[in-house]
């Protein structure tokens, strides 16, 4: 009898050594935030393996409640007054569905983001770092990058012109996919390291550029291209304000030089008529291309539609029913203001003017993780010129990292004004 209360004594401090381990050391949630993010990247785009995206975000979820129940910690940070404006977006979208129920799958899509936003927003703020996002979004991009070069072509061709979409197979989406491991690769020179720092700058700049090279060589994307060349400039400029007097004169003549070869690169892609085009034709000029005449026209039946519904839209999805073309817009914008709106376009960019409002309450700080949001901000709203974006997932991951920074960043300083 001794023997059993021994041995059942014995499995019970295993269970407790078993329980704390998992507790304390290894339930990390980072860890399916990570496999989360490099999901995105490596499988949401194939229709064939989209359910391993999908189920590592069901994944990360069910791990985000145990690890709240686990320690009983039920305050949710990542909720934001982003999410509170994200919500009612939401809400107007089930409105429409009443009249428009063939929007109900890009709905649901929708809400899947929102929940994901807030779980990553708080896993970041909670942590006080992106590390996790940060890894995946760059291991994700060297991948599918490494892919092109071993396969140049075959099933990653997409279209009649050879742009090269790798894992994410839309060449639109893999260009998107590079910025945003620009972005990430720029945060990393941002962060303050004193172990090697000057290696992981190198290392920052370099995976900078070879994104950039894959930009323009594979994928063709006018707006990836035109994105790129902001970052460079942003990076430079925030190089040069914090570099220290005697390095500012290299900063200002290694600059240029820079840019001369980026262009040099350009000029030399395949696909420089595509950006040559774009400039003929925002300088008044007249271009005949299939890609560019549809999208205008895209615009033009756009805005007709908004006209016709200008205050609560068609509904959730309903350009692409509604409009002719059997596709969606290729223009963020148009296609908020076309589905929902007026009051869903207030709705939705409510929450970027916010955000903006908060870099510029911060920015006067001289704080660079606010440079860095900044950068951050704009390049998702000058995607969204070419780009339907509101239900990708790449754009509201950098979204959400965008918030949580500015939440430990206005954390940080309250805290800095109570001990003062």
């Known amino acids: ?88 977006f939401l809400f107007l979208c089930s409105f429409g569905l009443i009249a428009n129920p063939g929007g109900f799958e890009r709905f649901l899509t929708v809400v899947q983001i929102f929940l994901l936003s807030i779980i990553v927003t708080d896993i970041v703020i909670r942590k006080k770092g992106l590390d996790a996002i940060k890894l995946a979004v760059i291991s994700g991009c060297v991948y599918a990058c490494f892919i092109v070069s071993l396969q140049q072509g075959s099933e990653m061709i997409y279209g009649n012109v050879d742009r090269v979409g790798s894992t994410l197979q839309n060449p639109n989406a893999f260009a998107l996919a590079l910025i945003v491991g620009m972005i990430f690769s720029f945060h990393e020179i941002i962060t303050e390291n004193k172990k090697f720092n000057k290696l992981r700058n190198i290392l920052s700049v370099m995976l900078i550029l070879w994104f950039g090279y894959y930009i323009i060589y594979y994928t063709g994307s006018r707006k990836g291209i035109i994105l790129l060349f902001f970052i460079n400039i942003m990076i430079f400029v925030y190089i040069f304000i914090y570099s220290k007097i005697n390095q500012k004169i290299f900063v200002l003549f290694s600059f ?34 299939g890609s560019m005449d549809v999208r205008t026209a895209m615009l033009l039946r756009a805005f007709d539609l908004w006209r016709q519904r200008p205050f609560w839209g068609w509904g959730i999805d309903q350009y692409r029913l509604v409009s002719g073309f059997n596709t969606y817009s290729h223009n963020n914008i148009s296609e908020i203001i076309v589905n929902n709106g007026l009051i869903g376009f207030l709705f939705y960019y409510g929450m970027f003017f916010v955000l903006f409002l908060s870099i510029f309450k911060n920015i006067t700080k001289q704080n660079k993780i606010i440079f860095w949001v900044m950068t951050g901000l704009i390049v998702l709203l000058m995607n969204d010129f070419g780009m339907v ?24 300083d309250k805290i800095a004004i109570q001990n003062d």
């Not at 993010?37 to 069910?62: C, P, T």
């Open 1 to 88: 009898m001794a023997r059993q209360i021994c041995r059942g004594q014995h499995c019970a401090s295993i269970f407790k050594v078993l329980w704390a381990m998992i507790k304390n050391k290894l339930f990390n949630i980072e860890f399916p935030l990570f496999i989360y993010v490099l999901s995105v990247i490596l499988f949401s785009f194939h229709s064939e393996n989209f359910i391993i995206s999908y189920l590592s975000g069901v994944l990360l979820a069910v791990w985000f409640v145990v690890d709240k129940l686990i320690r009983k910690d039920f305050v949710i940070f990542g909720f934001t007054i982003y999410h509170t404006i994200f919500m009612a």
């Open 256 to 289: 240029p030089i820079i840019e001369m070869i980026l262009i040099y690169f350009l000029a030399k892609s395949p696909y420089f008529s595509r950006m040559r085009n774009l400039f003929v034709l925002l300088s008044g000029g007249s271009v005949s291309e």
């Open 389 to 412: 974006s509101y239900y990708s997932k790449i754009h509201w991951i950098l979204f959400s990292t965008l918030v949580a920074t500015i939440k430990i960043n206005e954390t940080r």
